[in-house]
Nanobody
Framework: QVQLVESGGGLVQAGGSLRLSCAAS????????MGWYRQAPGKQRELVAI???????DYADSVKGRFTISRDNAKITANLYMNSLKPEDTAVYYC??????????????WGQGIQVTVSS
């Protein structure tokens, strides 16, 4: 059974930093991209940062230059380093792991989500 466990969230003042960590277990297959998404109250879940298993990264425009994603393929972990946090970064953050099912399809696994609150 695949599990993604997030840690590191909490309350921080604007301008501060946090590191989110995601640890995957129960993996017995080749994995694809790992990433972080977030969902603020009343809004849709959105991509924050993603890294392929070839270390190619992509970031939401709103976090470029402030957030950095990293992953350890051996340990199957992913971290999100968040700097210069803003109140608008407040959201529940979800770890995502993508499992390729074939050339054109994949399955997404999700963590339970972790709250990040940035006070002004």
């Amino acid at each position: 059974q695949v599990q993604l466990v997030e840690s590191g969230g909490g309350l921080v003042q604007a301008g501060g930093s946090l590191r989110l960590s995601c640890a995957a277990s129960g993996i017995s297959f080749k994995i694809g991209a790992m990433g972080w998404y977030r969902q603020a109250p009343g809004k849709q879940r959105e991509l924050v940062a993603i890294m392929t298993n070839g270390s190619v990264t992509d970031y939401a425009d709103s976090v470029k230059g402030r957030f950095t994603i990293s992953r350890d393929n051996a340990k199957i972990t992913a971290n999100l380093y968040m700097n210069s946090l803003k109140p608008e970064d407040t959201a529940v953050y979800y770890c995502n792991l993508r499992a390729p099912l074939g050339r054109y399809s994949s399955y997404d696994y999700w963590g339970q989500g972790i709250q990040v609150t940035v006070s002004s």
